[in-house]
């Protein structure tokens, strides 16, 4: 070969060469691009990941490739986690805690399973590899078993662990020791009765159902699942007949007012409330108000015979502790029973004796000690004979009666008891009526002037029992310190049919009484039908939280708001109304692929209106 040929070669394959760099160039920069969307992560283009995208892109497989980001790690802990606490908060906020609520949805997009599932399912994720996995009351009475997702940076690829038949509490022991220091079971658990995916996880009920009348429940779960607005639901022409007894018929004394602003929101809302209605967000508790809190269901609570248990703990240990040991406590103040078990408890604990012994003092001054009391009542007795002589003679005056209290000075009358115990009887009675402005106390006060201000303070708080607690704050501290406290939900459910006796607050006596779990679809007239696109079964109502998740579920409406939400993560930017045609194909897409989330992540970053890639 010439040497002019030889140079010929050189020059072609120098060209070649150029170009296919340029083309690995271009690929690895779609491949980063499509990445990037894909997973909401920015990303180094030495990424080993993007080399595995670069490659499919270029053998013309752009849907392998947006499939394979669809089985990494940085999709599922970002784009989904951030998809799944959008989802289970009305602000739509990636800043809260990870919950069990998104860790449902995470699992099932994970597994391929059908997404429809969130609004359904039976059954929940854990998150295995956390302290104190073991313990329930990481789940049921908080989130620990979650929060660490984030704190730690876990993995959700391996972290999540499916777990069958959701589950509520019955009760509860209240200690301070770990599951795992403990052989019995701390927490009595059973299967939910109607289990409904997210709807019968903690975070829901916590952000939903605590208080109100569970109208909150369902304008949630219409602008989460269906991306649809309580004004935008609304329906003037609809049915007012299961409009609550606590909506206002005549606000500001206007009917109109009601029929023009309320009624076209509540016929739908309220049609759609019986859902929820044996649901709340209860307090488990011995009676005292507590912090610990979980979702509850009223046929749950009347079936396994909770009210019943609770009646029983309170007779044995409750009352128990109320007649023996507190008036034990009173009597005898530090040498008392409850002071020395709880003085030994809080040392087992770690707390050191004197610091456990202050602590406990803070408690017994704020209880008086009767024979302080007794004391300081025969000692003005000896020092104010003359104006208890002057009490006794005009006692039954309405001026000494208004003055003293009735009750205190009718202690001057009683039979078959000396003087010096009249005069004490009455001399309490009115320490307990007066307080500050009692004889003894003004008597006690006069006698402390040496004492410093706070010694002063503190001593004659405690003659007048100031800020003593409640009895159940006294006996519950107790029986955890035994380790006898134990917790019950709350019971605000009506013992027949089981529905939460807040569902039917007010007094309008033409409202409707909600005595079942039945729910009508009152957003069915007219253009709402094409608007929601209702299907199935459960189109018109149903029965129950799991009927109405499979009526949103089933709805077209939820496959084009899920299609939109992603869309608007993928595309960075909004699906306009004037995209109607565009949310419909990316719906039907979403049904397409049998309702697999990660195939729609894949069809909307392929799609030509989205513009990430253009698929090969």
Excluded at 133 to 156: C, G, H, I, K
Excluded at 522 to 550: P, Y
Aim: charged share 25%; with cysteine.
């Amino acid at each position: 070969m010439s040497m002019r040929g030889y140079k010929y070669l050189v020059v072609v394959a120098s060209a070649f060469s150029i170009v296919n760099a340029h083309a690995a160039e271009s690929d690895m920069l779609k491949a980063k691009k499509l990445y990037e969307r894909m997973t909401g992560v920015k990303v180094s283009s030495t990424k080993p990941e993007l080399k595995q995208v670069a490659e499919l892109i270029a053998k013309g497989d752009t849907r392998g490739a947006a499939n394979y980001i669809t089985g990494t790690s940085d999709f599922l802990n970002v784009q989904i986690k951030n998809l799944s606490l959008k989802l289970s908060n009305k602000d739509e906020s990636v800043k809260v805690p990870f919950n069990d609520f998104s860790a449902l949805i995470v699992g099932v997009v994970r597994d391929g399973k059908d997404f429809r599932d969130i609004l359904t399912a039976d059954y929940f994720y854990d998150v295995k590899g956390v302290p104190n996995e073991t313990d329930q009351r990481t789940r049921m009475f908080n989130q620990a078993n979650y929060t660490p997702v984030e704190t730690s940076y876990m993995n959700l690829q391996t972290a999540l662990v499916q777990q069958p038949r959701q589950k509520m509490v019955k009760s509860a022991w209240s200690t301070p020791y770990l599951q795992s220091e403990k052989s019995y079971e701390m927490v009595s658990l059973d299967n939910n009765p109607e289990p409904a995916g997210v709807f019968t996880t903690r975070t829901f009920a916590e952000r939903n159902l605590s208080g109100g009348t569970n109208r909150r429940a369902v304008e949630f779960s219409l602008k989460q699942f269906l991306c649809v607005s309580m004004a935008e639901a609304a329906d003037s022409s609809a049915s007012d007949q299961y409009v609550g007894r606590d909506v206002e018929r005549f606000p500001a004394g206007d009917h109109n007012k009601y029929l023009t602003s309320c009624k076209s929101c509540h016929s739908v809302m309220d049609g759609m409330r019986g859902a929820f209605a044996k649901m709340d967000y209860t307090n488990f508790t011995t009676g005292g108000a507590t912090g610990t809190y979980s979702q509850m269901n009223g046929d749950f609570f009347n079936q396994h015979g909770i009210q019943a248990d609770y009646n029983t703990y309170n007779t044995n240990y409750i009352a128990k502790v109320t007649a023996d040991i507190l008036p034990d406590l009173v009597n005898r103040q530090e040498n008392s029973t409850w002071f020395t078990t709880r003085l030994a408890y809080l040392i087992k604990r770690g707390t050191a004796e004197a610091t456990a012994r202050g602590t406990l003092m803070g408690t017994l001054d704020t209880i008086r000690d009767p024979a302080v009391a007794n004391a300081i009542a025969a000692d003005f007795s000896a020092k104010k004979a003359s104006v208890l002589a002057d009490i006794k003679a005009k006692r039954t005056t309405d001026e000494y009666k208004n003055m003293y209290t009735t009750t205190c000075v009718n202690h001057f009358g009683t039979a078959n008891i000396t003087d010096q115990e009249r005069e004490r009887r009455f001399l309490i009675c009115n320490l307990d009526n007066k307080r500050e402005m009692s004889l003894m106390y003004i008597h006690y006060e006069s006698s402390l002037s040496g004492a410093s201000e706070a010694e002063r303070t503190r001593l004659l708080g405690k003659l007048i029992n100031k800020g003593r607690p409640a009895n159940i704050n006294l006996v519950t501290p107790y029986l955890e310190a035994r380790e006898e406290l134990r917790l019950f939900p709350r019971n605000v459910f009506d013992s027949s049919t089981g529905v939460a006796a807040k569902m039917n607050k007010g007094s309008y006596p033409y409202g409707f009484v909600v005595n079942s779990d039945n729910f009508v679809n009152n957003a069915v007239l007219g253009s709402k039908s094409t608007f929601f696109g209702w299907r199935g079964g459960n189109a018109g109502g149903g029965q129950g939280v799991k009927d109405f998740g499979k009526m949103l579920s089933q709805s077209r409406r939820f496959s084009q708001c899920m299609a939109k939400r992603v869309y608007e993560s993928v595309c960075l930017k909004k699906l306009e109304s004037t995209q109607y045609s565009t949310l419909v194909r990316l719906g039907d897409r979403f049904e397409a692929v049998n309702y697999n989330l990660k195939s729609l992540y894949t069809e909307v970053a392929l799609d030509p209106v989205c513009g990430v890639v253009k698929e090969e």
